[in-house]
């Protein structure tokens, strides 16, 4: 199990707690610190939808222009504008096994294995 995200982050935060309360081995990954890889975020993009991982409510979203935010229209613009900037990623996000989670929503994580 590998949860990706910053550790600063509030909800990633959460996340760990209910993780090593529940005995949940867990690998983090700060993907500010220690980056994505273009592959990684494609097999996530392809899994999910970009949709799902652009996280436009924070304020890394809202700091970009108007112009950069309309240049976010299909995969491989939303890929390349997340690996430029790491904190656009909705997270944490939470690979276990073939599974995927992002966010976090403790009724999501009851269900790990």
């Known amino acids: 199990m590998k949860l990706y995200g910053i550790p ?3 909800t990633v935060k959460k996340a760990r707690t209910w993780l090593n309360e529940h005995g949940k081995v867990h690998e983090f990954h700060d993907f500010k ?9 494609q097999g996530w993009v392809d899994q999910l939808g970009w949709q799902v991982l ?29 690996l430029g900037q790491p904190s656009l990623i909705k997270r944490p996000v939470l690979a276990h ?3 995927l989670l992002v966010g ?7 269900g790990l294995a």
């Open 97 to 99: 096994g073939e599974q």
């Open 54 to 82: 652009v996280n436009k409510q924070g304020t890394t979203w809202r700091k970009l222009s108007p112009e950069q935010q309309a240049a976010v229209v299909d995969a491989p613009s939303a890929i390349a504008l997340m």
């Open 104 to 110: 976090f929503k403790p009724e999501q994580y009851q």
């Open 8 to 10: 600063n982050c509030d």
């Open 33 to 41: 610190k220690q980056g994505l890889s273009a592959a990684l975020l």
